[in-house]
């Protein structure tokens, strides 16, 4: 939390000595205060802070691939006379446990075309989900788990 406040703290001063206030120039201060901080820590004590930021970065571009792979193979689908839908409900057993990660994995599911998330069991063990696109329901459910639920997990543990 320590290295996360002061890479704040180098951007704000970046901001501040460049006189640009702005989105971008924080950000800007923020990459280089990133980079400086991973320079010198190999001096001192190694912190979690920077596999958590490469975890999000990883974790913000495979939810982008995600959703263009799905915006993808639902046009195909619209914009072609056969349709190639195969829709249902699966139950997804559940390895996150937290309410933030249950509920970040059920919003990244639902925002992902083709796919719902309808209910979270009482127990909260199963996720109940309704997709397009199930050829296979072992592989549909292989890929969220493998795919968002454990970088979800990668993300909060």
């Known amino acids: ?16 000595i460049t006189g640009g206030f702005s989105a971008k120039n924080f950000l800007v201060g923020y990459i280089l205060a990133f980079m ?9 004590e190694a912190t979690p802070y920077f596999d958590k930021v490469r975890a999000i970065l990883f974790f913000f571009f495979f939810f982008i691939w995600e959703l263009i792979k799905a915006n993808f193979r639902l ?19 559940l390895d996150v446990e937290t309410d933030a990660e ?12 083709g ?3 309808l209910h979270v069991s009482r127990d909260r063990k199963m996720l ?17 788990k493998s795919g968002f639920e454990h970088r979800i997990l990668e993300l909060f543990r």
């Open 1 to 16: 939390m320590k290295t996360f406040l002061l890479n704040i703290l180098l951007s704000a001063l970046w901001v501040a």
């Open 36 to 44: 400086i901080l991973w320079f010198v820590q190999g001096t001192g």
């Open 75 to 93: 046009a195909l689908d619209i914009l072609t006379p056969a349709h190639r839908m195969e829709p249902g409900v699966i139950a997804i057993p």
């Open 102 to 113: 249950i509920v970040l994995l059920s919003t990244l599911i639902t925002l992902t075309p």
């Open 115 to 117: 796919t719902l998330s």
């Open 128 to 144: 109940f989900i309704h997709a397009m696109y199930i050829d296979d329901p072992d592989r549909f459910r292989e890929s969220v």
